[in-house]
């Protein structure tokens, strides 16, 4: 029998994550330090915050704590988007249904500015509550040699070249430069990085057979359609996520490149039965 067992356990943020990352496709799988992204995370008002941040600057990278606000169940088998379509045990993955749904990023700290940090990359969607800061020292956080198992493995697998090679359409890339254009979205280089690796069916991945000849995959608030043809992947078209009935309505305001969509499907009207 376990002694002193509390009922629950009472947490609050003590900041939440600014970003342009509004939907999990655009948040890598681990954050990427060779990007440019800049994050802030600014820290609640009235709580002593600005005293609590005193000697860190100097600190080049900080863990922060966090919470899956998206995420309200667990499984304690997951299926992660990378590798081979198996079920792992979620406490042998990153997954974010997990019995609590905490969060644990290691990220790169610019600079300090009052109650606001800037940020280098990161894994976090806008609006994440954060719920603790703490400093990452190399001497104790970092152990390079230490075994990780089926991530290992997996790792030396993404590590060969990509087994596919993944070209746009004519039709597709004059959508996609509508879109990197005229509304600053452009999500085709983590589209080419997945469908490059494996573009077979994935619940996690958001990959499906639409048709006999067809596959489609989830782009966050966008899909593309695409063929694969042997080692040759071609991305037929891209489409909005949301049809046009749903967008209409003003309780879907919030839907993320909600203007973008809406412009999108009046260029490009879905076809019949879509």
């Not at 998206?70 to 993955?93: E, I, K, Q």
């Not at 290691?106 to 994440?128: A, E, F, K």
Request: proline share 8%.
């Amino acid at each position: 029998m376990l002694v002193g067992l509390l009922p629950s356990l009472t947490l609050q943020p003590i900041g939440y994550l600014r970003t342009r990352q509004q939907v999990k496709f655009q948040a890598g799988h681990q954050p990427n330090a060779a990007t440019e992204d800049r994050n802030e995370l600014e820290l609640l008002a009235g709580c002593g915050h600005e005293q609590a941040l005193n000697d860190l600057a100097g600190i080049e990278r900080v863990w922060l704590l966090w919470w899956f606000h998206r995420n309200d169940s667990w499984r304690p088998l997951v299926l992660p988007p990378r590798g081979a379509a198996r079920r792992r045990g979620v406490f042998a993955t990153r997954s974010p249904h997990r019995p609590n749904p905490l969060g644990l990023t290691s990220v790169p700290l610019l600079g300090i500015s009052g109650r606001r940090l800037l940020l280098g990359p990161c894994d976090l969607l806008d609006g994440t509550p954060v719920l603790d800061i703490k400093p990452y020292v190399a001497a104790y956080d970092a152990f390079p040699q230490s075994r990780a198992g089926w991530i290992d493995a997996m790792g030396a697998e993404l590590r060969e070249p990509p087994r596919f090679t993944v070209g746009l359409s004519d039709h597709a890339r004059a959508q996609a430069q509508w879109l990197r254009e005229g509304w600053q979205i452009d999500f085709t280089p983590r589209l080419v990085e997945l469908l490059s690796r494996d573009p077979s069916s994935h619940k996690t991945r958001r990959i499906r057979r639409r048709n006999a000849r067809e596959m489609e995959i989830g782009c966050g608030a966008w899909r593309a359609v695409f063929t694969v043809q042997d080692t040759s992947v071609c991305v037929l078209a891209l489409e909005a996520a949301y049809p046009m009935k749903f967008l209409s309505r003003l309780d879907y305001e919030n839907v993320p490149d909600r203007a973008a969509q809406l412009a999108f499907l009046e260029r490009w009207p879905p076809g019949p039965g879509s």
